[in-house]
């Protein structure tokens, strides 16, 4: 059990996770923007960056516990930045398209996850700098 | 709080990174302790204690109350 949550956290394998869920998602993304498969195995392709995922999150999760207390308060206070700030960015976009329609392909709420880890690591630059 | 952490260390010529394999934190961790930015836990606090030999006030110290 050692030995997996060693390989896990180890640096190496969030790296590997990290770009097989990045590859994973645009290689499905751009299967799927092609039309001529049928609907299920579209469905298949839009679920297959989930496997590559599970990884990354088990990576994030052993990686965590390796953490001292100290880095797991920082990590903690980078979410709590990043949460409410995607919060706010969705209810914003909301707002704006009660006024307005959003041209989906700039600003749908499909966009907004990737703001999830900017504002986090963000937020742990600035929380680092309080502890440093 | 205030500690004695950085003095103790010195006492002892271990480097921060020293300090922090012995505790098995990081050096960051050591670097906050000692410049107050971070209070440890009491389990990390006892762990210092037990590691400087000594008794946890005798290392930590409480802010005067206002």
Do not use: C
């Not at chain 1, 896990?8 to 092609?34: D, Q």
């Amino acid at each position: 059990m050692n030995t997996i949550l060693k390989l896990l956290s180890s640096k190496w394998m969030g790296i590997i996770s990290t770009v097989a869920w990045i590859l994973a998602y645009f290689i499905a993304r751009g299967i799927l923007e092609n039309d001529q498969l049928s609907e299920g195995l579209r469905l298949v392709v839009a679920l297959v960056p989930i496997i590559p995922f599970a990884l990354f999150l088990m990576s994030v999760l052993a990686g965590i516990r390796e953490l001292d207390e100290l880095q797991r308060r920082v990590h903690l206070e980078a979410l709590a930045i990043a949460f409410p700030l995607t919060m706010l960015l969705l209810m914003s976009l909301g707002l704006v398209e009660l006024i307005t329609p959003l041209p989906p392909d700039d600003w749908s709420y499909r966009h907004v996850w990737q703001f999830l880890p900017v504002f986090y690591f963000l937020g742990l630059a600035f929380t680092w700098r309080r502890y440093q | 709080m205030k500690n004695r952490l950085k003095v103790l260390r010195a006492e002892r010529d271990w480097s921060q990174a020293e300090l922090a394999d012995r505790l098995n934190v990081s050096r960051q961790t050591i670097n906050a302790i000692e410049t107050e930015k971070y209070d440890p836990s009491l389990p990390l606090a006892f762990q210092i204690a037990e590691l400087f030999e000594k008794r946890i006030e005798e290392i930590f110290l409480p802010e005067k109350r206002k």
